[in-house]
């Protein structure tokens, strides 16, 4: 009975797991599939597959294929061209950027990728974007010749090839045709890409089907001779499509790495998300202990950031007490603050908090390790400098970001992206960001931020904001953890760093 027990218990797993995502008992492995086609698993498609409508999430694995970007970023950090040929910044300040475009270049549907077709969609973004606050205010887009765009800027924009590359979807050319009719571009791409989808092959937020773009400019550079992306939510599907041989490239999970390594599959990691607790109260009209920078501090101290990071994300993670950003990390700030609960008491006791306080912090269920179960293993240790954290575990997304953007939350424990200094100070720490409830100024990170804006070399001073955030406590980081990707020995070139905020696959390439 046993024996026959297990034949059971597995049938019925491969039913629930392997039958969802291809069908139990047939392997497609090597031999059996065409060589020049590209498999991809990602566990969403975004909303929509307008380059001017889409949020950041791996559904942006799509816009790519089908949108060639203005620059593209290379995974050492470095910059290469794309529909744009050169870039530069003129005069000083940072305040006019001159692009200069590949000649002979057509969009998929034949017509002229131009200076005015380029002005065009990056006027459609500007104007329709939820990411438009990211690029900063232009003034103007100029067509100043038939290959020649010019940005001119309200105040200097140092990140500019970064917002126009083909890591943020306002580098995604739209072409004249996709403009005139908007409506379509949510699940018909109009773009200058390698590839172009395939109505036929193709369900939405289910399976798309790309072949390729005849009109492309560098055929070279296409690979294959399809690429199929399948949508695969959960977890553990999305590992057994990738062990069972259906897939070359998937989004792995922490959950799952695990076991993929153990399978022989490939794995691809690149440090992409900080866990942290984000203080929105900065005032202290909520929370009044947060005003004070040695409460703050005293949080900082009380967190056992080793032993939390390895019981959460295991090999997958790096404890940190400084925010992480991919132009301003200051290295020697990552354990500035060392797991010392005495240390934390003394400034507890020294603010006026001997005796400690409750502190209200809203979290999420569904973000896991990054969510709920994170905020409940920070509390165990505060607990213990007597704060005692009341969280809120909200259940559901739009619950998540009521409560996030309410006025009423003075702590939001949340995970978030490794990102561009200037992104994060503007979301989450500047007078004007979102995130900070009551516009509390630092005089100091203004001049810093204001000083990189205009500088040639912004770098030097987005350290300084890295270290003066981290000695202010302005945010509260715990660890950062890993995006994976998982890889079949049919693909190679796969590569994945924290200068990216998503793969591109147009340079993955068969073995």
Same mark, same amino acid.
């Given at each position: ?25 047939? $392997? ?24 001017? &409508? ?12 089908? *949108? ?25 300040? +940072?305040?006019?950027?001159?692009? !200069? ?7 998929? +549907? ?13 006027? *459609? ?18 067509? !100043? ?17 970064? #917002? ?30 390698? *590839? ?27 690979? *294959? ?22 897939? /070359? ?12 390594? &153990? ?16 203080? %929105?109260? #900065? ?16 949080? @900082? ?5 080793? !032993? ?16 992480? !950003?991919? /132009?301003?990390?200051?290295? &020697? ?9 005495? $240390? ?10 001997? @005796?400690?306080?409750? #502190? $209200? ?30 969280? &809120? ?9 009521? %409560? ?48 990189? @804006? ?37 693909? $190679? @070139? ?18």
């Amino acid at each position: 009975m046993a024996s026959v027990g297990r034949r059971v218990v597995l049938a019925g797993a491969c039913s629930s797991v392997i039958l969802a995502v291809a069908g139990c008992g047939r $392997k497609e492995g090597s031999g059996q599939r065409d060589s020049e086609e590209l498999r991809i698993g990602l566990p969403d498609a975004g909303s929509t597959l307008n380059p001017g &409508k889409a949020q950041h999430s791996p559904g942006n694995v799509l816009r790519v294929l089908a *949108y060639d970007s203005l620059i593209r970023r290379n995974p050492n950090g470095s910059f290469a061209p794309g529909l744009a040929s050169s870039w530069r910044f003129l005069g000083s300040g +940072n305040r006019q950027f001159e692009l !200069t475009l590949r000649q002979g270049v057509k969009f998929a +549907n034949g017509e002229v990728v131009d200076a005015r077709s380029v002005k065009a969609s990056l006027e *459609y973004f500007l104007k329709n974007s939820p990411l438009a606050s990211n690029i900063g205010k232009i003034d103007k887009v100029e067509a !100043t010749s038939g290959e020649t765009v010019l940005l001119y800027l309200a105040e200097g924009n140092p990140i500019l090839p970064f #917002l126009l590359s083909d890591q943020v979807p306002a580098g995604s050319v739209i072409s004249p045709q996709g403009l005139a009719t908007p409506s379509a571009l949510d699940t018909v791409p109009a773009g200058a890409g390698p *590839y172009v989808l395939d109505p036929a092959g193709t369900v939405a937020n289910d399976h798309y089907s790309f072949v390729p773009n005849r009109n492309y400019y560098d055929q070279s550079a296409i690979k *294959y001779g399809k690429v199929t992306v399948r949508i695969i939510p959960d977890d553990t599907a999305m590992l057994q499509a990738a062990m069972t041989g259906q897939l /070359d490239v998937a989004y792995g999970s922490l959950g799952t790495a695990d076991a993929a390594e &153990k399978a022989g599959l490939g794995l691809v990691r690149a440090p992409n998300s900080i866990n942290a607790m984000f203080i %929105e109260d #900065l005032a202290g009209r909520l929370a009044p202990q947060l005003k004070d920078v040695r409460v703050r501090q005293a949080i @900082n101290y009380s967190i056992d950031r080793e !032993t939390i990071t390895r019981a959460l994300v295991r090999k997958y993670g790096r404890p940190t007490s400084a925010l992480v !950003t991919i /132009d301003g990390w200051a290295e &020697k700030y990552r354990n500035y603050y060392s797991f010392d609960p005495e $240390k934390a008491r003394a400034l507890l006791a020294e603010a006026g908090y001997s @005796n400690g306080f409750t #502190l $209200k912090v809203v979290t999420s269920v569904a973000q896991g390790v990054n969510g709920e179960q994170g905020a409940q293993a920070i509390a165990r240790d505060l607990g213990k400098v007597g704060i005692k954290l009341d969280v &809120k575990a909200a259940t559901t997304d739009s619950e998540f970001v009521q %409560e996030a953007f309410s006025g009423t939350t003075p702590v939001l424990h949340s995970e978030w992206s490794v990102t561009l200094m200037p992104i994060s100070y503007t979301t989450l720490i500047s007078p004007d960001a979102p995130m900070n409830t009551f516009h509390v100024k630092d005089g100091e990170l203004e001049s810093l931020a204001a000083q990189a @804006n205009v500088a040639a070399d912004p770098t030097p001073y987005w350290q300084k904001m890295t270290e003066r955030i981290t000695e202010q406590a302005m945010v509260i980081p715990i660890f950062t953890s890993e995006t994976i990707l998982y890889t079949s020995s049919a693909v $190679k @070139n796969v590569e994945y760093s924290v200068n990216m905020l998503h793969p591109n696959p147009i340079k993955w390439t068969p073995q």
